[in-house]
Every structure is written in C-alpha cells, then in structure tokens.
C-alpha cells in the first residue's frame, strides 16, 4: 500500500485538536490503516535510497565495475610474450570475470527466490542482514570460482586443449602466429604494451598494485557496514512512522470525539 510521504499541514501533540481539511483528513486515515508490514516495506525503501544515493556508493560501484577490465588488461601487460600473447591472455582473463559476475548474479538470485518461498530464511535476512552479505559474499565468490573452472573445462574439451596449458596458451600456440602478422601489431607491442609493463612492473608499482589489493578487502568491509547503517537507517524510520500512525490514531479519534 503507497502512504503520502508529505508532510500534514498541521502541528498536533496530546493538548490540541486541530480543525482538518478534507485532505488531511484522508491523509490520516490512509496512514492510520497501513498494515505494519507495508510500514516496514516502505521504510526498508527510504533506507535503500538513501544507501545508493550517497555519493561513497557511487563511487564504490564505479570502481567495482572497472575492476574486471583493469584486471583484464594489466594480467595480459605483464604476461611475458609477444602481441598474441598478451591479447589472448587478456581475452581470457577478461572471460573468466564474465564467467565469474554471471554465475555470482545467478547465484544471489537463487537465493533470493529461495528466501522468498521460506519465511525463516527470509526473515533471517531481514533481522540480519550484516552476517547475511558476509555469507553471501562468501560463498558467491565460491560459486564463482566453481563456474569459471566448469566453464573452462569445458571449453578445454571442446577446443581438445592440453590439461597443461591455459585457453589463451593454447590459441596463441595455434594462431599467435597469425596473429602476430597482423598489420601494426608488432608497432603496438613494442611501442605501448611492452613500455606500459615495464611500468607496471616497478618496485612503487608493485607496492600500489598491493595497496589496491588491500582497497579492495576495505570495499568489501565497508560494503558490510554500509548495510549495517542501513539497517539501523531503516529501522528507525520505521520506528517513526509508527510513532506517525500512533499520533494519527489520537487525532482521529479526538476528531471524532468532538463531533459525538
């Protein structure tokens, strides 16, 4: 059930009895019958909203999003090799993230519909939702990393790949050369690719390839603890809007006290 959100036009507290509009009147009684479970529903809402719209948020999906590329691309940098190397090893990094996102997607779905067809588990998630990401986190990055090694034997099988070589080995044993005589490649190589691993591969580098890593677990942490203010954010507007609904109760009867 939708409840106006605006504000009545009217200052009520235990002493007074205000005259009402028609209006307000309506706006009253609306939020004197919301069941608790819409009360809820719409406070979980208001939390959510504020959650993604703080600028942080945005900042941390941004950088969630382009970990898969800026993954892709540096594991092929600074793998040892020529052009065909590094494209296919970038290819193949950036497939298994593909992999990876979409069985984590799937995976949290499942859950969800689950959560859904089972009162306790989704209340579980509902009273607790801080050890609910953690687990899910958890066991999503598991599901994941499962995909990804299905996914490639599977391709091994199909494509006849050696057990002792990667995808991208095996292709770029089979059509590096092709690949390498491609028009500008070996320009591009020795030009951008080769100066850009050379970069990447300096000792400060390394070190700010670790405190990404580190960033990284931060993310993660504070994405917990976002939702645990969030929880809190939500659980207080509720506990608002009850305190609305309770005064609203009073001054409808008080309304119809006078009448009588």
Known sequence: MKV????????ANSNDNPQLTEEQKKSL?????TQDSDIKSLAKQRAIDEFTQTPTRKITNNIAKAIPWVDSFITGVTTPGNFSTKVLTSLDTGKDWAVFNIATNLYLKAINKLAEKFPGLHKFTEDHPVITLAGLTASGVYAGQKAIKAFNWALGKIFNVDQNVTLAQHFDLKYGGHINKLPGTSSLNNKILKPIEKFLQKPAIQC???IAN?????????NIYDVYKMKQNSDNTYSKFKDMQLESS???????AIKE
Do not use: E, H, S, Y
């Open 4 to 11: 106006d959100q605006k504000p009545l036009i009217f200052k």
């Open 208 to 210: 700010l390839g670790l």
């Open 250 to 256: 009073r001054i409808m009867l008080n309304q119809q």
């Open 29 to 33: 009684l609306a939020l004197v019958n």
């Open 214 to 222: 580190i960033g990284l677990i931060g993310l993660i942490g504070k």
